[in-house]
């Protein structure tokens, strides 16, 4: 039979805007998140990750943010570019052996308007 | 540093045959993971490799398969190809311990 696309959520912001994108994990054996932006034809590129000691993780124009009691991940990118227009996938990682093993999240599609 | 290198970028198969691809990771990652990207499914975690050896498994059925040579250097085969192998595959390396993985552009595999 035919196959269901996932439906990802989308966020659309003017160049400029600050971005936040949410994601919500379900291992709670979770100790490593990693954020990933894959543009049209290429490979997820890593943006920023962040352990599971820690609630906050800043970058070059991003955020991370944890959020351990309610299983939930959330992405800031300051001053929005157009450049930055992509799908963003969190992932996540139970540790241990399984550190070669991350689980995604169905991603979310940013698009940037200049 | 030269990034991951997955060859062929683009395949197309008909169903019931057998495919292989290759991914080169990077220099001194040890660690190589395969990940199966499609519209319905998203991104799922195939197989990892580490030191030669299998070190973890996803859920997919026994023909889809892999392995890594000595060089770190790995590759997935895939038997009895069906329509819903369609997919970009994608494999990333890391150092071990927790680090990031580094992927590569994939091989879009397409089966009529």
């Known amino acids: 039979g035919e196959s269901v696309g996932l439906h990802l959520p989308t966020l659309s912001v003017q160049e400029g805007d600050n971005s936040i994108i949410n994601c919500a994990y379900s291992n709670s054996a979770s100790d490593y998140f990693i954020w990933y932006k894959q543009e049209s034809g290429k490979g997820p590129q890593f943006i920023i990750d962040i352990r599971s000691n820690m609630d906050k993780r800043q970058g070059q124009r991003v955020t991370v943010l944890l959020n351990k009691t309610v299983k939930h991940l959330s992405l800031q990118i300051a001053a929005t570019q157009p450049g930055d227009s992509a799908v963003y996938f969190c992932a996540e990682n139970a540790g241990g052996t399984s550190y070669g093993k991350l689980t995604f999240g169905q991603g979310t599609i940013l698009t940037v308007h200049p | 540093k030269a990034g991951v290198t997955q060859t062929p970028r683009y395949l197309i198969k008909t169903r019931g045959q057998q495919v292989t691809l290759s991914c080169s990771p990077i220099?001194?990652?040890?660690?190589v993971s395969w990940y199966q990207q499609t519209p319905g499914q998203g991104l799922q975690f195939l197989f990892e490799y580490f030191s030669e050896t299998q070190r973890n498994k996803g859920n997919f059925p026994g023909r889809f398969s892999g392995r890594q040579f000595s060089n770190s250097r790995s590759e997935m085969n895939v038997s009895t190809l069906e329509l819903g192998d369609s997919a970009l595959y994608l494999c990333?390396?890391?150092?071990?311990?927790?680090?990031?993985?580094?992927f590569g552009p994939g091989t879009r595999l397409t089966v009529l």
């Open positions: 990333a390396s890391s150092i071990p311990a927790g680090n990031e993985q580094f």
């Open positions: 220099s001194g990652h040890r660690s």
